[in-house]
């Protein structure tokens, strides 16, 4: 599955996961007292024809707007409803929101009760380990959680007070999977197809979740989940399909957001996929200062082709 992340994995990302097979994937985190107040048009604009299943993750901390956002999001055509208790970000935690509701259970539970209640759809839940190594509760918040209506949930191998440091902690997720029986999801630090087995065989769960590995590289999750089934590892796709496919996703972004800002949001791609071939270097800074410093999509588009066509004749 493909992981939620604010400011990446928008519609056009989104739809290559997709292409490429990953298994679910997942909107950005919408919070709910904004979409039940109608401030949310743009969420009109992620669901793409044809993306099923159509996950909407949402965020909030009071059980009542949870509950209207929850209606508001099925009625936007959501097959499942994801509620996100995993993220660190301080404007959301302090706020009681995101990985902070893990510091209240009783108050998570009323969450999760209003959002199963307000709807028909599945609903899921995301979460970490625990707000900090002291307060693991993972385990107990999935068992209450189970026995609200929880259909799946998956367990970021981290504490809030982690942030994104250290190493995901894969053994732990064990735990949440020896204490509940809807399907639990493993996530962190999956960067390879190799990674996704070994973090399914270490936590036994039911599934895999790839955030930053897909950075640059939307097929990930899909060929990850091809080398579970088959154990057939396609690895990166060929460069010359790796050239279609930037090109095209930079064409999306300034479709999907105009092009003003889908100039500014396609950047960080930029970045990755050069990045991921050459490396973070000298010559792949110097690729991106002129993809950067231009306005011009014509220009970006051409530079980009041309950078893939340098790594084409190098390769051959
Ligand atoms: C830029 C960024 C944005 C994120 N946004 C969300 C979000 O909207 N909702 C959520 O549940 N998790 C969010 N996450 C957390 C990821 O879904 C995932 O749990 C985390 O990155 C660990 O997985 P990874 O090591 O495969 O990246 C975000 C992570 C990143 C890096």
């Not at 510091?103 to 995301?126: F, M, Q, Y």
């Not at 957001?257 to 990755?272: D, P, S």
């Amino acid at each position: 599955m493909l992981a939620p992340m604010s400011g990446v994995t928008d519609l056009p990302f989104r739809k290559l996961a997709r292409r490429y097979d990953a298994g679910l994937v997942v909107s950005e985190m919408v919070a709910s007292r904004e979409l039940a107040h109608g401030r949310h048009a743009a969420l009109l604009r992620t669901r793409g024809k044809n993306q099923s299943p159509f996950v909407i993750q949402l965020s909030g901390r009071e059980a009542y707007w949870m509950g209207e956002g929850a209606k508001i999001a099925a009625d936007l055509g959501a097959h499942i409803i994801d509620i996100n208790m995993g993220c660190p970000a301080k404007k959301v935690t302090r706020g009681m929101s995101g990985s902070a509701l893990m510091r209240d259970e009783d108050h998570a539970l009323s969450l999760i009760e209003a959002v199963v209640k307000a709807v028909d759809v599945p609903v899921t839940l995301k979460m970490r380990m625990g707000w900090d190594h002291d307060s693991l509760n993972a385990p107990s918040l999935s068992i209450r959680a189970e026995s609200a209506g929880i259909r799946m949930i998956t367990i970021h191998g981290r504490t809030r007070c982690q942030f994104f440091k250290g190493a995901a902690d894969w053994e732990f997720i064990a735990k949440v999977k020896a204490a509940v029986k809807v399907p639990v999801i493993a996530n962190g630090d999956v960067r390879s197809a190799e990674d996704a087995n070994r973090i399914l065989r270490i936590s036994g769960a039911d599934g895999v979740m790839i955030g930053r590995g897909a950075y640059g590289r939307p097929w990930l999750p899909g060929h990850a989940g091809e080398f579970l089934r088959t154990g057939i590892d396609h690895g990166d796709i060929a460069l010359s399909e790796q050239k279609a496919l930037a090109l095209e996703h930079y064409e999306e972004m300034l479709l999907h957001y105009g092009q003003e800002t889908g100039l500014r949001v396609a950047r960080k791609h930029l970045g990755w996929y050069v990045g991921n071939i050459i490396g973070l270097n000298d010559r792949s800074r110097q690729w991106l200062a002129i993809l950067c410093r231009t306005d011009d999509p014509r220009q970006v588009k051409s530079t980009l082709a041309d950078f893939y066509d340098q790594q084409l004749d190098m390769a051959a």
